[in-house]
């Protein structure tokens, strides 16, 4: 779990905190609600974020003195006080954790499960309760393995955020074909999903990542590999301190050699659909990679919030800007369905799994990108 601060005072935005291994006491089975035994859960940068307190502190911002988080992964039901009509949820039924705490009237996330939602208990437990509305059971039947369905989070943003991109960028480009335009990803598993949805769908497409296992992966799975290496100075140097000449001489030169490529690759047009979940560090290469009529997608903020945009030269190039977080709640079962007939799933082999005591390792491996796979998973218990 993550606890406040010390002295009965909620920590300060920013200050950080480790998660502690200790007994987390919750009341009885009301009515609505399941008891479930997470088995596998995924790690995501909303972790991160809660262990680093930025960009909030979730102990402050939820008024809670320990908050367990983890709000992806598959669990399985212990017991439920199921109430809805229909619902079919028994003992032993294994189940992917749908991570919307609160909802607005149109069924998107509002709030995290597990993480700025108050009163949710994440997967980081031997034993939680759930809203029986958030659990989708996983197909009885089902061609996967347990550790592939545990990536489904990064799968299901893509999906959402992916039709949202695509629908924009047709609105303006409807009827050329999508073999002419390229699109794009800064790394990562969300990104991954994404671009094989554009695949399908004719795209070229091409991403970055920055290691030989993570680009040999790429390849494997029909993405274009750019290795991020050849342009090591390609994030924006910080603004702090004194303006260092030298480090924005070398930043020019990485964003120019990036946007040569991106030119070769997209035969002169620039990017149509960029998806960019990374942030403010390489926004300055996202946008003059953008192609005339071209989407800049994001759902997520992995590396920065806050962006700056000359809203003229956007206006005269007919940018869209997409922003999406999280899916909607009642198109969970049809994006598992699709998954399940079209084995748009995490690859067989892909994953990593760390037990439940090392559970910090991960954190910290994470943290200083010594993870050479885009699905990393901690084991809470047995299947």
């Not at 050849?230 to 050699?257: C, M, V, Y």
């Amino acid at each position: 779990m993550l606890r406040a601060g010390e002295n009965a005072g909620l920590p300060a935005d920013g200050e950080g905190g480790a998660l502690r291994r200790e007994a987390f006491p919750f009341g009885p089975l009301e009515a609505g609600e399941v008891l479930v035994e997470p088995i596998l859960g995924s790690w995501e940068a909303n972790i991160e974020h809660a262990l680093a307190r930025s960009p909030i502190d979730i102990c402050r911002s939820r008024g809670e003195q320990a908050v367990v988080v983890g709000n992806l992964g598959v669990v399985r039901v212990l017991k439920s006080k199921a109430i809805r009509p229909g619902t079919e949820l028994r003992e032993g039924d294994l189940c992917l954790l749908m991570p919307i705490g609160k909802s607005d009237p149109y069924g998107y996330a509002e709030l995290a499960y597990g993480y700025d939602a108050p009163h949710t208990i994440g997967l980081m437990a031997k034993r939680s309760k759930i809203d029986e509305r958030l659990l989708l059971p996983i197909p009885s039947d089902t061609a996967y393995s347990l550790e592939q369905w545990a990536t489904y989070g990064r799968y299901f943003t893509a999906w959402d955020n992916w039709h949202r991109a695509l629908g924009c960028w047709r609105t303006q480009i409807p009827d050329d074909d999508p073999g002419n335009h390229l699109v794009f990803g800064w790394g990562g598993g969300v990104a991954f999903a994404e671009l094989l949805l554009a695949r399908r769908a004719g795209f070229r497409v091409a991403m970055t990542a920055g290691s030989d296992e993570r680009l040999a992966f790429l390849r494997d799975n029909g993405i274009v590999p750019v290795d991020r290496r050849k342009f090591p100075d390609l994030s924006l140097p910080t603004r702090r301190g004194a303006p260092d000449p030298e480090a924005h001489r070398r930043h020019r030169a990485s964003r120019a050699g990036f946007l040569e490529l991106v030119d070769e690759l997209s035969e002169g047009k620039g990017v149509a659909i960029f998806v960019d979940n990374i942030g403010e560090p390489l926004y300055g290469a996202t946008v003059p990679a953008l192609a005339r009529q071209g989407v800049i997608t994001t759902c997520g903020w992995k590396a920065g919030m806050r962006l700056t945009n000359l809203r003229g030269a956007e206006c005269i190039s007919r940018h869209i800007h997409v922003h999406t977080h999280v899916w909607r709640l009642q198109d969970s079962p049809e994006i598992c369905d699709f998954q399940e007939s079209s084995g748009w799933i995490a690859p067989a082999g892909s994953t990593v799994v760390y037990d439940f005591d090392r559970i910090p390792d991960l954190a910290d491996d994470y943290a200083q990108g010594r993870i050479g796979s885009y699905f990393p998973l901690y084991r809470v218990n047995p299947v």
